[in-house]
């Protein structure tokens, strides 16, 4: 049985930081390309960041470039999602998830068939 739990989320002020991370079981972890995707109230889910199955290649949406940075140790399955210079903008549910395709990285969430329950990340004004 495949797992992603996600932990870490919580309430911090603009300008903080928050570190994310998911622990993986039932599935080769080493063997995926991993991504982070969030989904604001009233709003679809939308990709984050994503890293490649050996930790080389990484992609972000262009409203976290610079900020976040994600990360993930194939011999521990965890992956990271560290997040500096939070805004407001920020406040969602993230969850992580792994891609089913031996692959390149991708951003598209068709492409993920594994998802994890999600945690809230909120940020104050």
């Known amino acids: 049985q495949v797992q992603l739990v996600e932990s870490g989320g919580g309430l911090v002020q603009a300008g903080g930081s928050l570190r994310l991370s998911c622990a993986a079981s039932g599935l080769t972890f080493s063997n995926r390309n991993m991504g982070w995707f969030r989904q604001a109230p009233g709003k679809e889910r939308e990709f984050v960041a994503v890293i490649s199955r050996r930790g080389d290649i990484t992609e972000y949406v262009e409203a976290v470039r610079g900020r976040f940075t994600i990360s993930r140790d194939n011999a521990k399955n965890t992956l990271d999602l560290q997040m500096n210079g939070l805004k407001p903008d920020d406040t969602a549910v993230y969850y992580c998830?792994?891609?089913?395709?031996?692959?390149?990285?991708?951003?598209?969430?068709?492409?993920?068939?594994?998802w994890g329950q999600g945690t809230q990340v909120s940020v104050s004004s």
């Open positions: 998830a792994a891609d089913w395709a031996m692959a390149g990285v991708t951003r598209v969430k068709a492409r993920y068939d594994y």
